[in-house]
Every structure is written in structure tokens, then in C-alpha cells.
């Protein structure tokens, strides 16, 4: 399916991004991506037009329309677990009917948020007290993508949060929740245990510790206890009162579940209103996805820039580098997205994939990163394609300076990449610094940057609950586009069950329990070793 590209990509290896630049003056203009006041730069990649027809032409070529129709009308299209893939529904706030089974799912949808909002306002207000008062703190205890789309947008909209203080357990090790629950209030607490499944064995045993430090504390697990999950059943046989459970479809998957009930810790945080608002950037970005043509569609741009990058230039990874201080954990946020989504190597029809899967996906907020791993982004040997996200103004308008400084970062180092250094400049410069002869030579050597390295640029005005919405939506499409054009199932996660499995058969020799008897050398040797030094 790549074998062309692969070609172009051949024949244009080294062409380098400043001469790009200078056949075409418009070339920034021409390589980007808009929609509302959010604007993809890709011009800083090798990419040319024709390079960029024949990646558009793999939409068709796969019938992206066709999926995409498919997807938002309600198909199962996670053929592997029967299920449609509606997350989209969650956010159709202005939308027409979404159909599942012969049945318009909006009626629910809507029904569930306004009882999300009913709920999260009394939670704020202090109409809905715990044992000891107004609630103060939320523990949302989850994990995966019951854990890390509220814990990334809770930080991601700090500036506009005026409820409860959030905290997220998600880790069993039991430090997480020690460490989360030490100096809070069992009697103003309210938890909220989100699993889609309730059955996630992390989340079930933070679940009882949680349960019980408020029990034992004098909270009132009744009060200050809220489910949300698609399992009504267990979370009843749990202790939760019906009214504060809020349940989800099926065609919810975990990974794009922060639109409705995994987002309540959010909606508490931020309130109702905000909350629409994350819900409304999102739905403007579905719009848009729905109706730009492919060469000018932001999240199939996305997409193809990264199929460019990874299956024709087999660059291994991508880093996310948002210059946001609060994205802090949009790169593991992504990670789930991303890697969980199209980490496969079967198509839809369990025939091996012929090409490379989705990317390592990794990253770190800018300018941190600058001072730590960025030396390999631009002198090691491996490629890494990034992609920088920065807005165009903070919320600390008394700090604007620093905002300036980190949008100029920011810049500086796509267009290093870009730009690199010469050897005759790099000689320039050391000769400069008094070096003369060989070791002129060696020296300027070190100090030789290649350039003609990709990445993309996101830029928005602000990290609003909109703008957030947008960004989110956006990567969730190009998670899907990337999908169908490799042909895989992006909507299961079968790669976490054998893990699950044996970690289950661990338990009790662990425990001590049962013998390791059948178990391979290297794990039988690493249990006695936790035996050996006092773990069970
Ligand atoms: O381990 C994988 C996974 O199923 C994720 O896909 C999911 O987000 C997470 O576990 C949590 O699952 P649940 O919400 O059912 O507890």
C-alpha cells in the first residue's frame, strides 16, 4: 500500500526543508491544516505536494468516508467485540439523532449529563454534604481510560477550576493511594470509582482500602461514594446508591470515555458550564472532521503526517511536546490513546499486517524537556518526529513575559531541527572560541546539528475547556484515520489480557500460597527472591 510512497520518499531523501521553503514562499501557508482559530503547521517536514496527493489518496483508497460514516452512525465497527464506537454521541450536543440497534442513544446521552451536572453542582454547592460537611476533596479512583483522560483534563484546566480539590489513584501499588489519601478528610471526601468494567482488579482494591479508610474514619460510604461505569449491577453489589451511579454504553470505549460519566471528577473541578464547553471544542472538531475535504481536515492531516513519518520513513517514535506546563500529562494521556488504539499486527480480518503499527508515542512538556532528552531529538541517530503544541497567550497575564519566552522556545526548536548546523558553521563558530588545527576539526565535529528534522506545530489562542475539546477530539480522529488506513481494529485491547492472566495466576504464589511450580526459571527465581527478602 506504501510502495509508492516509499519510492517518492526515495527520490526526495534529500531534499532539504529550507530549500522547500525557498521554491515555495508559500509554502506555510500551503502546508497547514485549519479549523476555527486552531492552525496545524506542517511545513517543516520533507513533505511536497505531490507526496501529499498520493497520502491523501490512501483516504480514498481505504474509503475513509465510508468508515468514518460508518463510525459516527452507529456500525459496529469494533468488529472483534461487536460494538459501535460512539464516543462522538457523548458530545453531539447540537447533533442530530445517533442511532444504535434501532434505537436514537441521545435521549440517554442527554439524560446522563444532565444528571452528571445535577450531581456535580450539589457536589460544589454543599447541597450534597459528606458525614462531616461540604466535600472539600475528590478522589477519583481508576485507571487506564478510567484514570487518565479526568487526571490530564482536571490539570490541563486548573485556571478555571473553582470546585473540590481532584486527586487521581490509579496505581495498586499501595503508595498511590496511601500517599493520595494521607492528610485528607474521610468525613469531606467523596469517591468516585470509575471503571468501565468494574472489574479492574487495581481499581476494585484501591476501591475497598478507600472505602474503608472513610469507614474507618466516620465518612459515610452511602454520601461520599459515586460509580461510574457501564456495570450497574456491581456497583450496586458494591455499596453505591443508585442515584449515584452514572452508567455508560458499551460503545464508550475506556480510552475515549472522558466525554461523559469518567469526566465527572472534571465537571466537579471545572463546573457544568466549562464542562459543555470541553464538550462543545470537541464537537466543533467532529464537525470539522466531518466536513473539511482531506487536504485541508486537521485530524487526517495529523494522521497522515504520521503515516508519512512512521510506515514510508520508518521513523520509530513520535514525541508529543506540548510548551504547556498543565499538558504535563497529555504524552501518557496519549500513550493510551494512541498506542492501545493502533498497537496491533493483524488487519480487521486477523491477517498479518505487512507494515509497521502505530509509533511508540512519548513526550514530555517543553521547555523541561529542552534540558534533558531534546540533545537526541537533535544530534542522535535516530529521527524523531515531534509535534509541539503552544498557545498563543497563558492564564497568568502579570507573567506574560514568561508565556513570550516559552512561545519563542517553542519556535526555536522546530526551526532548529529544521535549520541544524553546518559543519563550515560549526567550524566558524569554534574556530571563533580560539581552536585551531585538528582539534578545530574534532571540535567543530561535536557541534555539527544535521537539520532537515520533521515536526509539526499545534498553536491555538488558549488552553480553554474548548480549545482543550478540540485538541482531544482531534487525536482521537487521527487515532481512527490511522486505523482504517492500516486496517486494523483501533476500538479493542486484546494485547492487555495475557498480562491480566498471569497476573492473576501470580497472586497466590506470590502470596505463598501455591508453588511456582510450571513457572519458567527467570520468574520462578524472581519470586523467591521477593520470598527471600520478606514479600509474603
Ligand atoms: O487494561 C486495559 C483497560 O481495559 C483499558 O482499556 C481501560 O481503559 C482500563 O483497562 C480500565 O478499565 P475499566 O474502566 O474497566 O476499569
Redesign the pocket.
Known sequence: MFDYLVELRARSAERHMLDLFAEDPDRAATFCAATGDMRLDYSKTQITARIRDELVALCDQVDLAGRRAAMFGGTPINETEGRAVLHTALRNLDGGPVMVDGIDVMDQVRETLVDMQRFAEAVRSGEKPGAGGRITDVVNI?????DLGPAMAVEALSPYADGPRCHFVSNVDGAHIADTLRGLDPKTTLLII???????IE?MTNARTARAWMTEGGGDPSLQMAAL?TAEDKTAAFGVLPEHVFGFADWV???Y?VWGPIGLSLMIAIGGKAFEAFLRGAEAMDVHFKAAKWSENLPVMLALVGIWHHQVCGYGTRAVLPYDQRLDKLPAYLQ?LEM?SNGKSVTMDGVALDVPSGPVVWGAPGTNGQHAFYQLIHQGTAVVPCEFMVAAVGHEPDLAHHHRLLVANCLAQSEALMRGRSLDEARKRTEAQGFSGAELDRQARHRVFPGNRPSVTLVYPQLTPFVLGQIIAAYEHRVFVEGVILGINSYD?WG?ELG?ELATSLGPIVDGEETAEGKDGSTAALVEFVHLHGGA
Open positions: 481508576g485507571i487506564g481510560g478510567s470509575a471503571s468501565k468494567t468494574f472489574t479492574t481499581t461505569s470505549g475506556g480510552r470515555s493510551q492501545e485491547q492487555v491480566k
